[in-house]
């Protein structure tokens, strides 16, 4: 049996089929500027005529702020997970995680350390995403790159109990302590799903890890680029997600879609 077969029969089998992506690096190919990325036109298509199905629900889970992640994916039906799941919207309905809300004021303190910090290095920007931080170190000089998130590292008991540091795909996350994460966000969402539902999940950095340990052994983690994983399924670059969205509609749903 192939990946593909097993795949497809898994998901098949189910009653409904969430399928939940992230946004950089697998709905949008990765770029130095992280105010470019913007999701592709066959992405953008695919993941429509899959929102318009009576048996799917698409959700987009990314680091981004949720009012960023609407304007880059603009798809109307789709559940929208911001901030790791730390800012939620179905439809006319947005949650926000309390606690995350309450520590808002560690994250202010913590973005003017960082930019007192790390002022001085070429190429670092810090983006303030309401309840959370990025530190980007993508487009520092390469002989410095390293020095960023050891840098950052020495600065954690300073920046306070109340966030804590995760690492990502050059950048460092600086969010509020909440036990909450892109794989809880998933497991909230599927929780309205009909009983026997399946799960697909793609996704390309160490935050989607979080997720694919989520999983059940009927779901589907698709692990977007060649790092090490939890997923069982590997996709080798981000210009392969568009055929296998459009390959999972057609294969799964046993006939076109849309």
Known sequence: MTASDEIAGRLAAGTALLVATDFDGTLAPIAEDPSIPEITPANARVLGRL??????????????????????VALEGA???????????????????????????????????????LGDVPGCSIEDKSLSLTVHYRRVPPDVRPTVPERIDELA???????????????????????WDKGRAVEWIAADLPAGHRTIYLGDDTTDEDVFRTLRPVDVGVRVGTDATDAEFRLDSQRAVAPFLDWLAETVFRRPVG
């Open 157 to 179: 008991p300073a920046l306070g109990e109340d966030v804590h540091l995760v690492p990502g795909r050059e950048s460092v996350e600086v969010r509020p302590r909440v036990e």
């Open 79 to 117: 559940i929208y997970a911001g901030n790791h799941g730390l800012e939620l919207q179905r439809g006319a309905e947005t949650v926000v995680h309390p606690t995350a809300r309450r520590r808002r004021p560690a994250i202010d303190r913590a973005r003017r350390i960082l930019a007192r910090e």
């Open 51 to 72: 929102a318009a199905h009576p048996d799917a629900v698409v959700a987009i889970v990314s680091g981004r702020e949720l009012v960023d992640l609407r304007g880059r």
